[in-house]
């Protein structure tokens, strides 16, 4: 086999002749593995600043990997050449462990064997940047030798940028304290100054600022810098500042005239430290300066909600100053309580309050996008209205807009006893129960139990709750209330007549031609109850009929009686809840058939 054959080979044998006449499946084919081994390289640098070489640097370094790629172990001796550009790089060494190396030649060998898999220890080759070397430069380097046959991966091409030599680079940021200057006011600046660059610095940093006209300095520091005040205020200082760091930050502070200009712009400047890019050594920082303002607003916090006969009930007022500068002067405020609630305490930090005109005065600024607290406490009347409300005032402190000065929150008042009911009306028959469901609630400051009542019933029929008394502050409880009605029944009374005798014959008639009625029912297809109420009557004049017959002395009354049941109507039945301190009473309709 050749010493530069490829893997895999393939043998092909033939046959022919014989007189045969199926040529089809005359040739087979032996592909053959063919083992060798396969030196590949490659390579990499590292630069002093994000990977990258920079011109007149020295000592930079690249790094060359050779591995065996094949399926055998190398023969004889592996050679690597390494390339250099031609311009930029000096090669100033290169070497690796187990290798021979010529500088000059930039060539390294060996002839130890690599199995199939495994690599060589590292090649460096250490390369000194010339100062005008290109922005973009390629390094390479050749592995042979080894008795490989694969020669398509013999070769490694490592580009590498070169950037300009390094330095400082200083640029300043500015900002002020607070979104807009005001008019009379003070204000405070922050500088900060970094090293954007790829050096550290060297020598006196120094910092100046100009001010714009309607600014005058009044102070200027920093930790670690050395400053001064005046026309144009400065600091200095001479610690190296490594890449990509800042110093620790400067405030200057300036008092702002009365009659300041509505916007200015201040700049700030950095020099020094052997920076050589002064594009961007100074930031500008446009400046709103606004008219001052007192803005007093107040705000009512509470939960919304409180119940009749309620005490400790505590509403919290915010009075806010949503201006630019402090109040200045005695700052009022008042409150207004709606009808029912009585304030029953009054009081905040700095207030001077008076509970019984629901007034507060302070003379301690409210600072700007500051907040002062007032809480009022007050209880709820017996008999307080549903709703409420607590508005709170402010005036004074040299508050320049009027339109916010009032705010209200209202409040829903719970009644002391409550009935809800789940329906409002029942009809039955007379004989049968009504039944109807409510939601009853004493509140804590009804002082007891709610006991349930009815009145406005109909006769014969009376009404039983369960449970018969609801606990207060429980949150409400389901009560259910039965009405029991009486069936009606049939009553008759018989008069006497004139001399003491019966009219007979009317009266036998009557009752004749009812239980004739009684035997001929399928005919005259009455209800069932009706044949009932016609036999009883047929029955009670015949009765009568006979009475009177034989009855030649007798001057009273002859009479029979029975009970009477629930009339029938429509009845307005009131459902009472009974606490100690309050009544709850609704309505609910009956029907009675």
């Not at 390094?139 to 490694?156: F, I, K, Q, R, Y």
């Amino acid at each position: 086999m050749a010493a530069n054959a490829t893997s895999p080979v393939t043998n092909t044998a033939t046959v022919s002749g014989g007189g045969e006449t199926n040529t089809a499946n005359n040739s087979a084919s032996d592909p053959t593995t063919v083992l060798a081994p396969d030196m590949i390289v490659s390579k990499q640098h590292a630069g002093a600043f994000n990977g990258s070489f920079f011109q007149g640097e020295t000592g930079a370094t690249y790094s060359i990997f050779v591995s065996n790629n094949g399926n055998l172990a190398s023969l004889g001796t592996v050679t690597v050449v390494d390339t250099l550009p031609a311009t930029g790089l000096t090669a100033t060494d290169i070497s690796g462990t187990g290798w021979s190396c010529t500088l000059a030649t930039l060539t390294c060998t060996r002839s130890d064997v690599l199995t199939p898999g495994s690599a060589y220890p590292v090649i460096t080759v250490t390369v000194n940047v010339a100062l005008d070397a290109p922005a973009n430069i390629v390094n390479s380097a050749t592995v042979s030798g080894g008795g490989e046959v694969n020669t398509g991966n013999d070769l490694s091409q490592d580009p590498t940028i070169v950037l300009p030599p390094l330095h400082p680079d200083l640029t300043p940021f500015m900002n002020h304290s607070i979104s807009n200057f005001v008019q009379g006011q003070s204000g405070i600046y922050r500088i900060d100054i970094s090293n954007v660059g790829t050096a550290i610095t060297s020598g006196a940093v120094t910092v100046s600022d100009t001010l714009p006209t309607g600014l005058t300095a009044t102070d200027m520091s920093g930790i670690g810098w050395t400053c001064s005040v005046g026309a144009t205020s400065s600091c200095t200082q001479s610690t190296p500042l490594v890449p990509n760091d800042s110093y620790a930050p400067i405030f200057l502070t300036v008092n702002i005239a009365a009659n300041a200009p509505a916007s200015v712009v201040n700049t700030v400047t950095v020099s020094g430290g052997g920076d050589t890019v002064s594009s961007n050594n100074s930031f500008s920082d446009p400046t709103q300066i606004a008219v001052p303002l007192v803005d007093l607003s107040p705000q009512v916090s509470g939960s919304g909600f409180a119940g009749q006969g309620q005490t400790g009930v505590s509403y919290t007022i915010f009075i806010n100053n949503f201006g630019n500068i402090p109040s200045s002067g005695t700052v009022t405020l008042t409150i207004n309580l709606s009808t029912g609630l009585t304030a029953t305490a009054l009081s905040g930090g700095g207030w001077n309050c008076t509970v019984s005109s629901l007034t507060c005065i302070a003379s301690t600024p409210v600072t700007p996008i500051g907040v002062s607290i007032v809480t009022v406490t007050m209880s709820v009347a017996n008999n307080a209205p549903a709703t409420g409300q607590v508005t709170a005032t402010v005036s004074g402190g040299g508050d320049g807009n009027s339109a916010n000065n009032t705010a209200s929150l209202g409040m829903t008042i719970q009644p002391i006893v409550s009935i809800s009911p789940q329906q409002s009306s029942s009809t039955v028959n007379a004989g049968q129960p009504a039944q109807f469901s409510m939601l009853v609630n004493p509140l804590p400051s009804s002082g007891g139990p709610a006991v349930m009542s009815c009145s406005g019933l109909p006769a014969a029929s009376s009404c039983a709750f369960t449970p018969p008394s609801v606990p207060n502050n429980v949150g409400g409880q389901f009560v259910n209330l039965v009405i029991s009605t009486t069936a009606r029944t049939v009553a008759a009374t018989l008069p006497p007549a004139s001399g003491n005798r019966t009219p007979i014959m009317p009266l036998a008639a009557l009752g004749l031609a009812g239980i004739t009625a009684i035997v001929f029912n399928r005919r005259l297809r009455l209800r069932p109850r009706r044949r009932l109420a016609l036999g009883a009557t047929a029955l009670l004049l015949l009765f009568g009929a006979l009475s009177g017959c034989g009855g030649g002395g007798g001057g009273g009354n002859q009479q029979i009686v029975t009970q009477q049941g629930t009339p029938a109507g429509t009845y307005t039945i009131t459902v009472t809840a009974t606490t100690p301190n309050e009544t709850a009473t609704t309505p609910m309709t009956l029907i009675v058939r």
